[in-house]
């Protein structure tokens, strides 16, 4: 039959194509070369962008590669989804000889423990995550004590009593910064509400910027965010009211709204990380640190705005939370009921802290289910 | 709740459905040619990157909404040229168009991710926009809002009062009979397409430089295919594609409105409402032979041979 | 030397298994062109896009998991295309396959059984084909155009998905985060190759793809959809029945597509989550087309699709470009095959002069 021969001769141009393709293009010897030195790989939720939650990140892997200069070589692969996708970057990066592999959002937690099993002689980092392995670590930054005193100031500088909150996915590690800054607000200022906006995703400037209009429409007039980009503060600053920001100091996107920010630093601990797998120091932990680590820091607080004897509060207060006596999730807090849960003269356990999962008395309405 | 709170939803939701009444006013057009053009999603965002890099390097929104629709146009002319002179079939060639718009977009865009734009401040029409109430509901938008407005009076004008208008409607319910009379079916819809993407090149405009204002990857996020819903569900008829727009465009402001009202209703279920209307819409139109012909063009989505008359 | 078209007198068949060749071709030489615009070696950007993603045992793997979805909906999709009926909600049928397969996953998770999986794929398979009813249903007793009606539902479906997976499905000790538990053993498929993701779910596919060519090429149906695609009224005049042709045309590629849900969930992803998908449904289309909607072009050309997403995803570790350029190249590949159909039923031909 003609078209039964017309479709063979197809399938060989098809296959000859194929083959062509693949021997033109020898496989470059580039690989080999760099096999002394430590390849160190980096996977991103969102893009670097110049603010946000992945921007910081870069920037710790920019120390790493100042402080080893040619003992270690860094790779980042950006805006990699959460779920199946992510599970095929770990495993090249691990294929491709990267020994330490940091994985930097939520999601990539069952992905990561799938390939570490794969390769259980590479190391892998995952920040935020609550499971750990033998050659996998989680890390994670005490955000909630950069939220308490950044509830300090907004509960200070707001006029309607009336707080927002663009939060990205209802997971503890989010509760517990809705918590920690209501309960910050509340210690300066009992009459404050906090509105949450829900929006499931961590980086959506779209969706970020109509939960923050629809906040700020509700009468809010200070605003702050867990989600990764800037345009909380920019549309803060065009309705003129106070932003608070997260991850990155973005004074320069809100010039007027911006109060200040809790920034989150990596430097210190993946250059520590990274030293430790070069002197195979390097073991499985849970690493939780806060602003006496130095992972956590307030961004500069915007003075023309903020009156000197509240930034006075906060620098006390954080000075107490730095040397222990003063915890932000210390009694007596409530619920959303009015019930005590935490007496006078205690406070929670991180292992409460990491399982949180409800809302302190001052938060409008319910955790989505 | 307040009235000031009523109008603040009722401001923001004109906002939002803006980039829906470009994109399926223009869609509306093409498909009154006969031609289901299923790239708007692709040229919108093409639109919306150009528009985007335009505005970042010169500061002009005049230049960013002309790069955007020349954007759309030349994505349009893909799709013109492949099912118009080359004759391929309408669905594929529109899907290939979104697809590689999608992709285009985002290679395009690589750099100018999460770069912030200087936002354009509403209108605010001097006195007017200060009357309490009135006001805010007539006069404190941004001029692409007011441009939108007009381009709808426009096309009614055009469709139901001009000459042109009828020869255009005439091609899309029977090319056949258009070319009997002399009128080139295919020269007419190409402008039909092009009309299309200079539209959907707009409304990414509007998206990418005023809404929100930034650019990532993806960002129109399924408003094309809410505006080709859009002009089925408005049974192609221009004054209800701008009613269903607003309609549509409120859904997405209404969800975070009732989140901070503590109101639980799923987001996904109101962001299905759209669709599952649209789908109504259309079996009741299509039920019988004579609401389909009262309603939608005649020959959407077949092929036009000039060869086999 | 001028040239001119003409329509030929019979469509070339020649014609139409060499254009997507030259659909490949012109798509590689594109590519080439927009590398060296990039000022990227062409060489290594070649090499990265196609050659490093396949250039191990596990990286076949890989192309052949990849392209497992793609091949089986092409498959199922082709039953409708060839009687032109226009299928294109298969993403929405494979959410909601996964939906119901994933359901019984879930509600299952305690059982050890063996008969999980073979009632996964049943669920599955019932769960794209309700969903591919609605357009079936609607277009053959209201008229209403299918192209319309299952593209409107791939969004219900995907949102379904996400609805339940932000919701009701929630894994209860997964600290709120939009994702189901982790499937138990006994839902998930097992590895056909060590050191691979290779999974049982190919299997699958390969049947679809000789099942496909007996039913299209050998069967008395598969020549009755042809003919009711090729000539509507000649159809109707034959006795044959349209409404049957368009259930069927639609229940097939709901059918493949709810399985490919199934395999995605019990494979390589092994959970719901709030998407499944990174387009398959629509890539199958891309395909059908270039497959020729012929089983034996589509295993090859879902194996090319599939190397397009892996070779997206090399370029952005290795060149510091967007995965994007997937859908760059998938998008040309279809541009230049619906253009080079063009020549099947029109020729160029000297004019010698004017």
């Given at each position: 039959m003609e078209q039964n021969k017309f479709f063979k001769f197809g399938l060989c141009i098809l296959a000859c194509v194929f083959i062509v393709t693949g021997f033109a293009f020898p496989v470059s010897s580039?690989?080999?070369?760099?096999?002394?030195k430590l390849k160190v790989g980096f996977v991103y939720?969102?893009?670097?962008?110049?603010?946000g939650w992945t921007f910081q990140h870069d920037l710790g892997r920019i120390a790493v590669d100042k402080t080893f200069g040619d003992k270690v070589e860094t790779k980042f692969v950006e805006n990699v989804p959460e779920g199946a996708e992510a599970e095929r970057v770990i495993r090249d990066l691990a294929k491709s000889g990267h020994d330490l592999i940091f994985t930097t959002s939520f999601g990539y937690m069952n992905p990561t423990l799938k390939v570490a099993k794969l390769f259980p002689d590479k190391k892998f980092e995952h920040s935020t995550g609550y499971k750990v392995a033998k050659n996998v670590g989680t890390y994670l930054c005490r955000f909630y004590e950069g939220r308490y005193l950044t509830g300090i100031i907004a509960g200070k500088m707001t006029k309607s009593n009336s707080l927002g909150y663009v939060a990205a996915f209802p997971i503890p590690e989010v509760i517990r910064g809705i918590n920690a800054f209501t309960l910050g607000a509340k210690s300066v200022n009992p009459k404050i509400k906090v509105k949450v906006i829900w929006i499931?995703?961590?980086?959506?400037p779209g969706k970020e910027r109509e939960a923050s209009e629809a906040l700020i429409d509700q009468g809010v007039d200070v605003l702050t965010h867990?989600?990764?980009?800037?345009a909380p503060t920019i549309t803060a600053e065009e309705k003129g009211v106070y932003a608070i920001a997260y991850h990155?100091?973005?004074?320069?996107?809100?010039?007027?709204?911006?109060?200040?920010a809790t920034t989150h630093v990596w430097d210190k601990f993946y250059t520590q990380i990274t030293d430790d797998v070069l002197n195979n120091k390097w073991k499985s932990k849970e690493i939780w640190g806060g602003i006496k680590d130095g992972m956590i820091e307030l961004a500069p607080i915007n003075t023309k705005a903020v009156p000197s004897d509240v930034v006075k509060m906060v620098q006390k207060t954080e000075k107490m939370i730095v040397d222990g006596s003063?915890?932000?999730?210390?009694?007596?807090i409530k619920n959303q009921k009015g019930k005590i849960i935490v007496k006078s003269g205690s406070h929670l356990t991180d292992k409460d802290l990491l399982g949180m999962n409800y809302y302190v008395e001052g938060i409008l309405g319910n955790i989505p289910k | 709740m307040n009235i000031d709170i009523l109008l603040n939803i009722f401001v923001a939701t004109i906002a939002a459905g803006t980039p829906l009444v470009y994109a399926a006013l223009g869609e509306l057009i093409t498909e009154k040619s006969g031609v289901l053009n299923l790239g708007v999603e692709g040229m919108m965002l093409v639109g919306a990157i150009s528009g985007f890099i335009a505005m970042a390097k010169t500061g002009s929104l005049v230049f960013a909404v002309l790069c955007g629709m020349a954007a759309g146009i030349l994505m349009s002319l893909i799709f013109a040229f492949l099912v118009?002179?080359?004759?391929?079939?309408q669905v594929a060639s529109g899907l290939a168009l979104t697809i590689f718009g999608i992709g285009i977009s985002a290679f395009i865009g690589i750099d100018y991710t999460s770069v912030a734009l200087k936002g354009i401040p509403p209108?605010?029409?001097?006195?007017l926009s200060d009357i309490p109430f009135i006001g805010r509901i007539?006069?404190?938008?941004?001029i692409l809002i007011y441009l939108s407005l007009v381009l709808l009076t426009g096309i009614i004008f055009f469709l139901y009062k001009s000459r042109a208008g009828l020869i255009l409607r005439a091609i899309g319910e029977n090319p056949k009979s258009g070319h009997a009379l002399g009128f080139s079916v295919i020269g007419i819809r190409y402008l039909a397409v092009i009309f299309g993407g200079a539209m959907a090149g707009i409304g990414g405009v509007y998206l990418a430089?005023?809404?929100?204002p930034m650019w990532v990857?993806?960002?129109?996020?399924?408003r094309g295919w809410i505006s080709i819903a859009l002009v089925v569900f408005a049974t192609w008829r221009p004054l209800r594609v701008i009613a269903g727009a607003y309609l549509f465009g409120g859904v997405t402001i209404i969800q975070f409105h009732i989140q901070g009202f503590g109101i639980e209703i799923s987001s996904q279920f109101l962001c299905m409402l759209p669709y599952l209307a649209t789908i109504i819409v259309l079996v009741i139109i299509s039920r019988n032979k004579n609401t389909i012909r009262l309603n939608?063009?005649?020959?959407?989505?077949t092929t036009y041979h000039p060869a086999t008359n | 030397m001028l040239f001119k078209i003409e329509p030929r007198p019979d469509p070339s068949k020649k014609m139409k298994y060499l254009s997507p060749l030259i659909a490949v071709v012109m798509m590689l030489i594109t590519g080439l062109i927009i590398f060296l615009i990039l000022g990227k070696n062409p060489v290594s950007a070649f090499h990265a896009f196609f050659i490093e993603p396949v250039n191990d045992f596990y990286g076949l793997g890989e192309l052949i998991i990849k392209a497992s979805p793609l091949m089986l909906i092409g498959v199922g999709l082709t039953v409708g295309f060839r009687a032109n009926?226009?299928?294109?909600?298969a993403e929405g049928q494979l959410a909601m396959g996964a939906v119901f397969a994933g359901g019984i996953a879930i509600y299952f998770s305690n059982s050890t059984s063996v008969f999980i999986i073979p009632f996964m794929f049943i669920a599955g398979a019932f769960g794209g084909m309700l969903w591919a009813c609605i357009p079936a249903f609607l277009k053959t007793e209201?008229?209403?155009n299918e192209i319309l009606v299952s593209l409107m539902l791939n969004y219900v479906g995907i949102l379904i998905l996400s609805l339940l997976t932000h919701g009701?499905?929630?894994?209860?000790?997964?600290?709120?985060?939009p994702q189901s538990i982790l499937f138990s053993e006994s839902a998930l498929l097992p590895i056909l190759?060590?050191?691979?993701?290779?999974?049982?779910?190919i299997i699958i596919s390969f049947l679809a793809i000789f099942i496909g060519w007996i039913f299209l090429l050998k069967s008395f149906i598969g020549f009755q959809l042809q003919v009711s695609g090729l000539a509507y009224n000649a159809a109707s005049y034959a006795g044959f029945k349209y409404k049957k042709m368009v259930w069927f045309g639609l229940l097939a590629g709901g059918l493949a597509a709810g399985l490919a849900g199934v395999s995605e969930i019990s494979g390589p992803i092994g959970q719901l989550l709030?998407?499944?998908?990174?387009?398959y449904g629509f890539a199958a289309i891309i395909v059908a087309f270039v497959g020729r909607l012929h089983p034996g072009g589509i295993f090859l050309s879902s194996l090319l699709v599939a190397l397009l997403y892996l070779g997206g995803e090399s370029v952005q570790m290795n060149?510091?470009?967007?995965?994007a350029v997937t859908g760059i190249f998938q998008g040309m590949l279809l541009f230049y095959l619906l253009a080079a159909d063009f020549l099947i039923n029109f020729r160029f031909k000297v004019k010698s002069k004017l």
């Open positions: 580039k690989e080999k070369a760099s096999k002394e939720v969102s893009p670097i962008g110049d603010a499931n995703s961590w980086f959506d867990h989600t990764d980009s800037t990155s100091d973005m004074s320069k996107y809100g010039p007027k709204a911006h109060l200040t003063f915890h932000p999730f210390q009694g007596p | 118009l002179t080359l004759m391929a079939n209108l605010n029409i001097p006195f007539f006069f404190s938008y941004d430089v005023l809404y929100t990857e993806g960002m129109v996020a399924g939608s063009p005649a020959s959407l989505g | 009926i226009w299928n294109i909600g209201f008229n209403a009701y499905w929630k894994d209860p000790n997964g600290y709120g985060f190759i060590e050191g691979t993701r290779l999974h049982a779910g709030p998407s499944v998908s990174p387009g060149l510091d470009l967007p995965s």
